[in-house]
Structure formats: C-alpha cells, structure tokens
C-alpha cells in the first residue's frame, strides 16, 4: 500500500503536467490577441495635422462639409494670428453636426442647411477639439 502511493502520486503528477498544456496553447493566444490589440491601438494614434489651410488675400480659407457622418475633414491645421474663415456646406439631415462648438476659441455656431460661413482669428498656437453641441462628432483643429 504504501508502496504503491508514491506510483500514484507519480502518475498524477504526470498527468496534470499533460492537463497543463492546453493553459499554454491558452496563455500563448492570449499573449499573440494582446499584441494584436496593442498593434491596433498604435495604429488608431491620432492622425498627424492635416496640411496647412490654403491662404487667399490674407484668409486662411477652410471648407467644412457637415453631414450626418460628421465633420469632413475632421482634421484643419491653420496659422495662427490670420483669420480664417470657415466655409461650411450642411446636407438638410446633418442635425446636430450644424452646430460647430470651438471652445478655446468662444466659437459656438448655428449653421444654416447648404453654404454658411464664419471667421474667426486663431491667437494661440495648439491642438484643439471642435465638436458638436452634444460633443457626439467631433474634429481636430491645430494652429501653428
Ligand atoms: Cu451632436
């Protein structure tokens, strides 16, 4: 009896050593989905500013179209201390997304369906967020 508890512990032990290697496979799957989900978080990084606004007599001229999928772009790089005017273009359903809130620069706009425009002078350099009154869709807008 007491010859035969150590070749059952010995079997036993073998055994949960086989148990162990589908909690390997697991722990290696788990290793390689962490990975792919970093990867893909680098990958949605914020993207680089957008060229710089083109310059007419002076006015940095952007154009904003606004529809229910949002701002498009929703990436604006201006210079700072020029006024730029926004030229926006709104499809009759864009809803909310005709209300354009900059708050770093006090802007908080109403814009009609099809053209409207507003111009506003950017004074500080930065990257700033322009959304929405319900922040629901939302841009970038860097001055340099
Ligand atoms: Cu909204």
């Known amino acids: 009896m007491s010859r035969n508890k150590p070749n059952h512990k010995k079997t036993r032990h073998y055994n949960k050593k086989n148990s162990q290697i589908p909690?390997?496979?697991m722990g290696?799957?788990?290793v390689v989905l962490?990975?792919?989900?970093?990867?893909a978080v680098v990958s949605s990084a914020p993207p680089e500013p957008a060229p710089l606004a083109e310059q007419r007599n002076g006015v940095q001229v952007v154009s904003l179209d606004l529809s229910t999928a949002g701002y498009s772009p929703n990436n604006i790089t201006v210079k700072k201390g020029l006024p730029v005017e926004v030229r926006t273009n709104a499809t009759?359903?864009?809803g909310c997304v005709r209300g354009l809130m900059i708050p770093d620069f006090g802007i908080n706009k109403a814009l009609d369906v099809?053209?409207?425009?507003?111009?506003?002078?950017?004074?500080?350099?930065g990257t700033f967020e322009f959304t929405c009154q319900m922040k629901m869709s939302s841009g970038t807008l860097t001055v340099i």
């Open 23 to 25: 909690l390997i496979v």
């Open 28 to 30: 290696i799957v788990l």
């Open 34 to 39: 962490a990975l792919w989900i970093a990867s």
């Open 92 to 94: 009759a359903d864009a």
């Open 114 to 125: 099809g053209q409207d425009s507003f111009t506003f002078v950017p004074d500080k350099t």
